[in-house]
Each structure stands twice: as C-alpha cells, then as structure tokens.
C-alpha cells in the first residue's frame, strides 16, 4: 500500500532538450545557457523533495508521444498506473515555484479536486487534479502551449461539476532571455538559485550593472511589447 495517495510529476525536457527548444538569448552562449536549464531542473528537484511527497520524474528522454498533448497525457497516466490518486505536475520552468505551493495544492485536493497555479502568459505552472477528473482523451485535446491554456483547463473542470481552486500567486515561467531576467528579480538574492543564475547571467567582466541593466532592458521589452516571441509557448 502507497504511504501517499499524492505524488508530484516532474513533467520537463532534459537540460539539453530544452534549449534546442528555448532561446535565452544571443546574451548568453550556449555553455550557460545548459548551465541554467540544469539549475532549473535541480531546483524543481529540491522544491519537490522538500515536500516530502513521492515525486516521479518524467524528462522527455522517457517520454511517451508524438507531440506535448499526447506525452503529457501518457504521463499523467503512468502516475496513476502506480497506484496514486492524485497528481500535481510541474515544470522545470518556473524559478519562483516554492514547497508551499505544492503543499497547498495537495491540501486542496482533498476538497476542491483540482487546483490551477496561473502563469502570466496564460498557461499555468502548476497542474493537480484527482484521478476522478482524469479523462484521457478530453485532456489530451486541451490546447497545450498556448495562451488559452489555463482557461481551457478551467473550463475542463467546470464541464465536470468542478470549480478548480487556484493559487494566489501569479508567476512567471521561462520561454525566452527576457523572460529568464524578469523571473531573476522574482528571486530572493538570498536563494541558492539566484546566485547560480546571477553567476550564469553576468558577462566575463562580472558587471553586476551589466545584469540589472539587462533586468531592466527585459522589464521594458516586455511592458512594451517590444520583446520577440518565443520559439516555443510555455511548458502547460
């Protein structure tokens, strides 16, 4: 019998997967560009390990499909095929994700039978649902990676009788350079996470007045719209 009925999914791409996919940036070469992909997935590793709950790990060099809708879907499954009854998956691309989080979506699980952790461009960090409101096939035609995600999620659940609780915080997930530098200063400077991206983000000179001026350049770009579009939308 499972200690837990929760187990939390790691659903990502390996470090290496991801920047073929993501472009932080001609800013960076591609040698800290992995270097930040790898800390990104080793701080999703420790957030999740500090919860205590069993946590499967799915990087898309195990991953099952053609494309997001199917490998997620198959994923999703396999977590329940282990015997839990309740999931809440993340990506490796949310800097500001905190244990906290992950607790309160498996508290309200209990309750509320989904919760919802919105990302700013209108895809969502953090997925949990129980196995009850799991259908395969209406999950997989959700439009995955795209700005309508998380209302089609939400519409999802309502078609189930469901109103989804959702965390309070609105974070910020990384597709592109400017995006990585916003996320950056959601950061807490005291965090081990901030100081291997500044490491990472400052040229060889070590200007920590290069790093803020490209934190504000990134704020600018993205108020303006300025900023291009990314390669790939957001990993929900």
């Known amino acids: 019998m499972l200690q837990h009925s929760t187990a939390i999914l790691i659903f990502a791409n390996t470090p290496h997967q991801e920047i073929r996919y993501k472009d932080f940036g001609k800013q960076l070469p591609k040698s800290r560009q992995l270097k930040v992909a790898q800390a990104l997935l080793q701080h999703t590793r420790q957030v999740a390990?500090?919860?205590?709950?069993?946590?499967?790990?799915?990087?898309?060099?195990?991953?099952?499909?053609?494309?997001?809708?199917?490998?997620?879907?198959?994923?999703?499954?396999?977590?329940?095929?282990?015997?839990?009854?309740?999931?809440?998956?993340?990506?490796?691309?949310?800097?500001?994700?905190?244990?906290?989080?992950i607790l309160e979506a498996q508290q309200q699980l209990s309750t509320k039978k989904a919760m919802l952790g919105l990302a700013n461009d209108g895809g969502a960090y953090l997925i949990a649902l129980d196995q009850q409101l799991f259908k395969a096939e209406d999950f997989q035609a959700l439009p995955w990676?795209?700005?309508?995600?998380?209302?089609?999620?939400?519409?999802?659940?309502?078609?189930?009788?469901?109103?989804p609780a959702h965390l309070a915080t609105l974070k910020s997930d990384i597709d592109?350079?400017?995006?990585?530098?916003?996320?950056?200063?959601?950061?807490?400077?005291?965090?081990?996470?901030?100081?291997?991206?500044?490491?990472?983000?400052?040229?060889?000179?070590?200007?920590?007045?290069?790093?803020?001026?490209?934190?504000?350049?990134?704020?600018?770009?993205?108020?303006?719209?300025?900023?291009?579009?990314?390669p790939t939308p957001s990993f929900y």
Not at 69 to 91: E, K, L
Not at 204 to 225: P, R
């Open 49 to 101: 390990a500090a919860t205590k709950l069993p946590v499967i790990e799915i990087l898309s060099s195990h991953q099952q499909g053609e494309d997001f809708a199917t490998r997620f879907t198959q994923a999703i499954s396999q977590v329940f095929a282990q015997g839990y009854t309740r999931v809440i998956s993340i990506g490796t691309d949310c800097p500001d994700l905190q244990p906290s989080d």
């Open 145 to 163: 990676q795209t700005a309508q995600t998380a209302q089609a999620l939400i519409e999802y659940f309502h078609q189930q009788s469901i109103s």
């Open 176 to 230: 592109n350079f400017a995006q990585l530098m916003l996320a950056f200063q959601e950061l807490s400077p005291t965090s081990a996470l901030y100081r291997v991206i500044f490491a990472l983000l400052q040229p060889q000179e070590k200007s920590l007045i290069w790093v803020y001026a490209q934190c504000y350049f990134a704020l600018f770009a993205h108020l303006t719209g300025l900023r291009a579009p990314p």
